[in-house]
């Protein structure tokens, strides 16, 4: 019982310490355990099955769009590397290498995968030849390595999975819609499946993928005002056609570079779903990506027990039926009160009640993680009184995440103002900016507020960059991040 009581013992409050809030919810709702490799983490089942969900729909998504999986290795040649200038400047300095293999030397080291540009496009100058090759429209689930100095679980880790899409395209302009289509399944899944508001828009220059000719994003704020990319799609141009030779004989029949693109989301976006929804009680899941949607709960003194049991027992084979993600906790040695805590600290988005009294009216009684209302309802209509409820809780947390987002984003005209913004209160700013990378650069050295984007949708046209006052050539959006 002692061990038990961990679940519903006191999280550090969001408003004294936000980063301890934080590992005190996953690690309570055990969601993930520190591993004995620096930087690497355990997805324990709760945090695995949230991950299992996110790529269930995703993988849906991309295979009504054409797109097929495949996999390719995880070691890849330094001499791949060096073929694409400005992407190995971008990843050398995460990179681990294996320099020895089975007692000896390795003639030429091997990265272990931080993104997988250079083994595909080596692949892909073997695959294509001619434009009725044409596209190739892959996506890989699996995991990468960028040895990351400061570490956060979900977050940034040296270890993490992700998928990431490679495609090869005719022209330039399919590749763009190829890129734009991908950032579009992305702010959907986010804002639809996960609850999360964005902001989608173009990075600049100094913010890009590496070897890419524009990379976009769609960025999410987090309940301490900083910012996670949560996902991004990049026209890598022909960069990386001319860096591994991908040609294809047109439709003339001359030789061409292949237009290429590269998109990707990970398990950060667990973290960035802890932190947009949980609060002081612990988590908060919107029920769609919600490993359990329901948790019914058997109320009553021990008389009546075997009977309420029975009645739950038959409500649960009818919302399984539905395909409502349901469990039953009828542990006899805790009370009712102790598994509520549980339940609202592990996130699970409707708490179903039953007893004695329940069972006379033929109603039972829902209780919302998201707004805290009690409903009762009759049994008699259970799975369609549930199913509205899980659609009410859903919709409800995107709209409850959309006005924390709207009032802690401003619009400011000057450095100063955006130095005391940050000051007193993180979050999204808008300004303007020239387009010069001093003036960006200039913006995080004094603020800690990097460019998140140039929104397609700014909320404030900006007409003078906030550093030097010269005519604006972008909007953007800045803000410390994760």
Same mark, same amino acid.
């Given at each position: 019982?002692?061990?038990?009581?961990?679940?519903?013992?006191?999280?550090?409050?969001?408003?004294?310490?936000?980063?301890?809030?934080?590992?005190?919810?996953?690690?309570?709702?055990?969601?993930?355990?520190?591993?004995?490799? *620096?930087?690497?983490?355990?997805?324990?089942?709760?945090?695995?099955?949230?991950?299992? #969900?996110? &790529?269930?729909?995703?993988?849906? !998504?991309?295979? +009504?769009?054409?797109?097929?999986?495949?996999?390719?290795?995880?070691?890849?040649?330094?001499?791949?590397? &060096?073929?694409?200038?400005?992407?190995?400047? /971008?990843?050398?300095?995460?990179?681990?290498?294996?320099? +020895?293999?089975?007692?000896?030397?390795?003639?030429?080291?091997?990265?272990?995968?931080?993104?997988?540009?250079?083994?595909?496009?080596?692949?892909?100058?073997?695959?294509?030849?001619?434009?009725?090759?044409?596209?190739?429209?892959?996506?890989?689930?699996?995991?990468?390595?960028?040895?990351?100095?400061?570490?956060?679980?979900?977050?940034?880790?040296?270890?993490?999975?992700?998928?990431?899409?490679?495609?090869?395209?005719?022209?330039?302009?399919?590749?763009?819609?190829?890129?734009?289509?991908?950032?579009?399944?992305?702010?959907?899944?986010?804002?639809?499946?996960?609850?999360?508001?964005?902001?989608?828009?173009?990075?600049?220059?100094?913010?890009?993928? $590496?070897?890419?000719?524009?990379?976009?994003?769609?960025?999410?704020?987090?309940?301490?005002?900083?910012?996670? &990319?949560?996902?991004?799609?990049?026209?890598?141009?022909? #960069?990386?056609?001319?860096?591994?030779?991908?040609?294809?004989?047109?439709?003339?029949? #001359?030789?061409?570079?292949?237009?290429?693109?590269?998109?990707?989301?990970?398990?950060?976006?667990?973290?960035?779903?802890?932190?947009?929804?949980?609060?002081?009680? /612990?988590?908060?899941?919107?029920?769609? @990506?919600?490993?359990?949607?329901?948790?019914?709960?058997?109320?009553?003194?021990?008389?009546?027990?075997?009977?309420?049991?029975?009645? @739950?027992?038959?409500?649960?084979?009818?919302?399984?039926?539905?395909?409502?993600? @349901?469990?039953?906790?009828?542990?006899?040695?805790?009370?009712?009160?102790?598994?509520? #805590?549980?339940?609202?600290?592990?996130?699970?988005?409707?708490?179903?009640?039953?007893?004695?009294?329940?069972?006379?009216? /033929?109603?039972?009684?829902?209780?919302? *993680?998201?707004?805290?209302?009690?409903?009762? @309802?009759?049994?008699?209509?259970?799975?369609?009184?549930?199913?509205?409820?899980?659609?009410?809780?859903?919709?409800?947390?995107?709209?409850? $995440?959309? !006005?924390?987002?709207?009032?802690?984003?401003?619009?400011?005209?000057?450095?100063?103002?955006?130095?005391?913004?940050?000051?007193?209160?993180?979050?999204?700013?808008?300004?303007?900016?020239?387009?010069?990378?001093?003036?960006?650069?200039?913006?995080?050295?004094?603020?800690?507020?990097?460019? *998140?984007?140039?929104?397609?949708?700014?909320?404030?046209?900006?007409?003078?960059?906030?550093?030097?006052?010269?005519?604006?050539?972008?909007?953007?959006?800045?803000?410390?991040?994760?």
């Amino acid at each position: 019982m002692a061990k038990d009581k961990q679940f519903v013992s006191e999280i550090t409050p969001q408003g004294e310490d936000f980063s301890r809030w934080y590992i005190d919810v996953i690690k309570k709702a055990e969601l993930m355990d520190y591993s004995p490799v *620096r930087g690497c983490i355990v997805f324990r089942p709760e945090g695995f099955e949230l991950w299992e #969900n996110i &790529q269930d729909e995703l993988d849906r !998504r991309f295979k +009504e769009t054409g797109h097929r999986n495949a996999y390719f290795p995880l070691f890849i040649p330094e001499s791949f590397f &060096q073929k694409e200038k400005d992407h190995v400047e /971008g990843f050398n300095p995460e990179l681990p290498w294996v320099t +020895e293999a089975a007692g000896e030397q390795l003639e030429e080291r091997l990265a272990i995968r931080p993104t997988s540009e250079t083994m595909i496009g080596h692949m892909y100058a073997k695959w294509i030849q001619s434009y009725r090759d044409l596209p190739v429209k892959i996506n890989q689930w699996a995991n990468v390595v960028r040895w990351e100095k400061r570490t956060l679980p979900f977050l940034r880790t040296s270890e993490f999975l992700w998928q990431e899409g490679h495609t090869a395209h005719e022209t330039e302009e399919e590749a763009r819609e190829e890129t734009m289509q991908m950032l579009e399944i992305y702010r959907d899944f986010v804002e639809n499946f996960l609850a999360m508001p964005v902001i989608v828009g173009q990075k600049t220059p100094s913010e890009k993928f $590496a070897g890419a000719v524009d990379t976009f994003s769609i960025e999410a704020m987090m309940k301490d005002g900083r910012a996670v &990319q949560a996902g991004t799609s990049h026209y890598l141009g022909t #960069n990386f056609a001319v860096a591994f030779d991908i040609k294809f004989l047109d439709r003339e029949n #001359n030789l061409q570079h292949a237009h290429t693109t590269s998109w990707g989301v990970s398990t950060r976006l667990i973290g960035a779903l802890i932190m947009v929804h949980g609060d002081d009680r /612990g988590l908060a899941l919107p029920p769609k @990506v919600a490993p359990t949607q329901v948790v019914m709960i058997p109320i009553g003194p021990p008389k009546t027990r075997e009977q309420v049991i029975a009645r @739950v027992d038959e409500l649960y084979a009818e919302l399984k039926k539905a395909g409502i993600r @349901v469990r039953v906790d009828d542990r006899a040695d805790l009370s009712p009160g102790w598994k509520f #805590n549980e339940y609202e600290m592990r996130g699970v988005p409707i708490r179903l009640e039953l007893g004695p009294r329940d069972m006379e009216n /033929g109603a039972a009684v829902l209780v919302s *993680r998201s707004s805290g209302e009690k409903r009762v @309802v009759q049994q008699s209509g259970i799975v369609d009184e549930v199913t509205r409820l899980l659609d009410e809780i859903q919709r409800e947390m995107y709209d409850k $995440a959309l !006005r924390f987002r709207e009032e802690h984003s401003k619009s400011v005209d000057t450095l100063d103002e955006l130095k005391a913004q940050q000051e007193a209160s993180r979050g999204f700013v808008e300004a303007g900016w020239c387009g010069s990378e001093a003036c960006e650069r200039q913006v995080k050295e004094e603020t800690g507020a990097t460019s *998140r984007n140039i929104p397609f949708q700014p909320e404030h046209e900006k007409s003078t960059c906030l550093v030097c006052g010269a005519e604006a050539k972008h909007t953007v959006v800045f803000a410390r991040a994760y």
